[in-house]
């Protein structure tokens, strides 16, 4: 399969050294962040400067697909408008050194870890050992079973809550959504006004991640770690999980035959789930 895309930044100001200092980890002078797969998360946690860009490097296919179209870098769309990042190549992991300063962030699909966990875990760090036994790795992804993956293979892994509403437009190009902040005294009486998307620019946001790889016909989804984690859950303690079952094995059907998302109505759904019995 083709290396996922993947951007790293240095980070600076106050941050890098307390963040240092609780990992107990490098020597505090300046931190990196390597983002493994610039997709929508990817890309627009890096574009949007997490904690605070000072240069980062992209994807060789997301910049070479760019600079097809003669503009170049990643391109990140927010209500505030849309910037270009003008970004060196990483084509792939042994085309970066690492050292004790990095950390990375794994933001590809669930399906697609174990590979990127396994080209990733092997490299080398400056000063000695491997990126899997000396670096931190931080889980910016759907579900719950990354994690596990990891931890096989990286000695300190830590889960992050990801709540973007982000798309993945194009190679080298993504949008994300946002809302206002609302202070936590005001949130219960301004949630239900507060909290909606907005389209930006003409183009208004169709789905989620799953729904994503289906409309951009990838042939892969995330079901068996999202619906096949309830689904597993239920063998473990033998408790029937139809209605997971039929989404799992459903969605995997559409992505292998790469059917348009939205085809199936919700009839013909329930109809399978109905059919499946207890």
């Known amino acids: 399969m083709p290396w996922p895309r993947t ?39 890096g574009g949007g400067g997490w904690p605070r860009p000072a240069t980062r490097s992209c994807s060789w296919r997301a910049v070479r697909s760019t600079r097809h179209c003669g503009t170049g870098g990643l391109r990140l769309g927010t209500p505030e408008g849309a910037r ?4 060196p190549v990483v084509d792939r992991p042994e085309a970066l ?17 174990a590979a990127a966990l396994d080209a ?16 931190p790795l931080i889980c910016a992804q759907n579900g719950v079973e990354s994690e596990r993956l ?26 994300a959504a946002g809302i206002d902040p609302v202070g936590r005294e005001e949130q219960a009486a301004v949630r239900a006004g507060r909290i909606r998307f907005e ?8 789905g989620g991640s799953s729904w994503q790889s289906l409309s951009r016909g990838t042939g892969t989804i995330e079901a068996d770690f999202l619906n096949g984690e309830i689904v ?6 033998g408790i029937p999980t139809p ?10 059907a559409f992505a292998r035959e790469r059917r348009e998302a939205g085809s199936m109505t919700v009839a013909d759904l329930i109809a399978l789930v109905d059919a499946e019995g207890p």
């Open 199 to 206: 389209p930006f620019d003409g183009s208004p946001r169709g």
């Open 150 to 175: 990891a931890l096989r293979r990286f000695c300190r892994v830590y889960g992050m809550c990801v709540w973007l509403p982000a798309t993945f437009v194009r190679p080298g190009e993504v949008s």
């Open 7 to 45: 951007l790293c930044w240095d980070a600076d100001g106050p941050s890098r050294g307390r963040i240092s200092d609780l990992w107990g980890r490098g020597t505090g002078v300046g931190m990196r962040y390597v983002v493994i797969g610039a997709g929508a998360v990817g890309g627009a946690v």
């Open 243 to 252: 209605v997971n079952e039929v989404l799992r094995r459903t969605a995997n």
């Open 84 to 87: 270009t990042h003008r970004l």
């Open 97 to 113: 050194d690492l050292t004790a300063d990095d950390v990375l962030v794994l933001a590809v699909k669930t399906q697609d870890s």
């Open 232 to 237: 597993l859950l239920g063998r473990l303690h």
């Open 120 to 135: 990733w875990s092997v490299r080398p760090v400056a000063g000695g050992g491997t990126v899997g036994e000396r670096l």
